[in-house]
């Protein structure tokens, strides 16, 4: 079993629609991130989070370290959002040593 | 902002040569970097931390002796595959944390390596 779940592993969507990705652990962690890999492979690092909600533009992350569950929120979706949306959590203290969720394949159409 | 760059992006190369991978700070001292790599339609999984001056820190089942890792700056960490093999083809990418002056840390991502062994 993997230590982070993500759902959907797939998800298309219509310009404009409100885009709710979910990220579950198992493990006890320092901090959970949202992470974006466009198709050439480069990943940007969206949030980083360790308890509550943090918002960025259109995106929005939320973390309940009870529930050990974390969402992604993408407001007014655009085609420009379509990506694979990584969860990923720290395994301990020295930010970088993650474990990965398998991601989220994003399509947004026009 | 800061950038971690990485090349090269691709490469091509035989059975049994080796490969490097450089993974560069621009404009931050990176005391830790990290080294991930993602098979097709798998998650990225973290190989090793590369610790500036010291010896790397490797994950369970990473072979230390084929993914050499070499750390010599403050802004360089390089990932060396020796004797490649076919099954080592994969998408490598390191990360590098940056602690700002007034926010906290952050992770920077370099752009990736996609190697391909024949």
């Known amino acids: 079993k993997n230590e982070v779940e993500q759902s959907p592993q797939n998800l298309t969507a219509q310009e404009g629609e409100f885009i709710t990705i979910n990220c579950s652990y198992s493990v006890g962690i320092s901090a959970l991130h949202w992470l974006q890999q466009h198709p050439g492979g480069g990943i940007v690092s969206l949030f980083m989070l360790s308890s509550g909600k943090k918002k960025h533009g259109r995106l929005i992350a939320t973390i309940n370290i009870q529930e050990k569950h974390s969402s992604l929120h993408i407001t007014a979706s655009h085609p420009r959002d379509s990506a694979v949306y990584i969860c990923?959590?720290?395994?301990?203290?020295?930010?970088?040593?993650?474990?990965f969720g398998r991601g989220t394949q994003l399509t947004v159409w026009p | 902002g800061a950038v971690v760059s990485q090349h090269p992006s691709r490469v091509i190369c035989k059975s049994g040569t080796s490969v490097k991978i450089e993974c560069r700070s621009l404009d931050f001292q990176a005391t830790t970097m990290f080294w991930y790599r993602q098979f097709p339609k798998q998650s990225l999984m973290l190989m090793a931390t590369?610790?500036?001056?010291?010896?790397?820190?490797?994950e369970q089942g990473v072979e230390k002796d084929k993914f050499l890792i070499n750390h010599a700056s403050l802004t360089l960490s390089t990932l060396t595959v020796t004797s490649a093999h076919p099954e080592d083809s994969s998408f490598y990418i390191c990360?590098?944390?940056?602690?700002?002056?007034?926010?906290?840390?952050?992770?920077?991502f370099g752009s990736g390596t996609q190697l391909s062994v024949l």
């Open positions: 590369s610790n500036e001056g010291s010896k790397a820190t490797y």
């Open positions: 990360s590098a944390s940056r602690r700002g002056a007034t926010t906290n840390e952050k992770l920077f």
């Open positions: 990923a959590v720290d395994r301990g203290s020295t930010l970088g040593r993650l474990y």
